[in-house]
């Protein structure tokens, strides 16, 4: 599996629009500190801050996952093509718990984004994230509990749900064991 390398594009979009890190945290709610680890790839965000970090910068989330500028109408991904995502770290900067891989990276301009979502330890914290768009959440291995606003959601191997995602979530495993979750994310 191949990384993605997040940081540059979206210090590439900073940079662009001649912004310092203090005008993008102060836009976007995170720390200076936290847009440079991204920016250097010492840490990779969770979705949802990708998400709102497109937002502030109007691009879609698919632009961190494109490798290319060639636009296609279709694409297939071969397993050992995935590019992973490790090493989520939280606004606060404690590990997440997961990691995820992009399932569509050539496309471009899509109304939806695919990613296969492991999680592999219980989380120390359970902080949640909202942000536009919608989800669907597919649990193909193991036991995970969604937080969705003031619910605790028991999904077993096979459930699933739709929601919309400026609802504050948070998916977890239920006991610690490895949860493998079919994620699809629109902006």
């Known amino acids: 599996m191949r990384e993605f390398n997040i940081g540059a594009k979206i210090k590439k979009l900073r940079l662009s629009k001649k912004l310092t890190l ?4 102060k836009e976007t709610g995170f720390s200076p500190a ?6 250097n790839n010492n840490v990779s965000p969770p979705i949802a801050t990708l998400s ?3 937002k502030f910068f109007d691009v879609k989330i698919g ?7 060639e636009e296609c109408r279709f694409e297939v991904v071969r397993s050992y093509e995935r590019k992973a995502i490790p090493r989520v770290i939280s606004k606060a900067g404690t590990t997440q718990g997961y990691s995820y891989e992009s399932l569509s990276f ?3 301009n899509k109304k939806m984004e695919p990613f296969l979502l492991s999680i592999t330890q219980k989380a120390l914290e359970e902080n949640t994230y909202s942000h536009d768009g919608e989800e669907f959440l597919f649990i193909m291995k193991g036991t995970a509990e969604l937080m969705l606003d003031d619910k605790r959601i028991i999904l077993e ?6 929601f919309d995602s400026s ?3 948070r998916l977890l495993s239920k006991d610690g064991s490895e949860v493998k979750v079919l994620a ?4």
């Not at 203090?22 to 945290?25: E, K, N, P, S, T």
Request: hydrophobic share 40%; with cysteine.
């Open 157 to 162: 191997e096979g459930d699933c749900v739709y």
């Open 184 to 187: 699809v994310v629109t902006r």
């Open 22 to 25: 203090q005008a993008v945290a």
């Open 34 to 39: 936290l847009i440079s680890q991204i920016e």
């Open 63 to 69: 632009l961190f996952f494109t490798e290319d500028e």
């Open 167 to 169: 609802l504050k979530h």
């Open 106 to 108: 050539h496309k471009q």
């Open 52 to 54: 709102r970090i497109a």
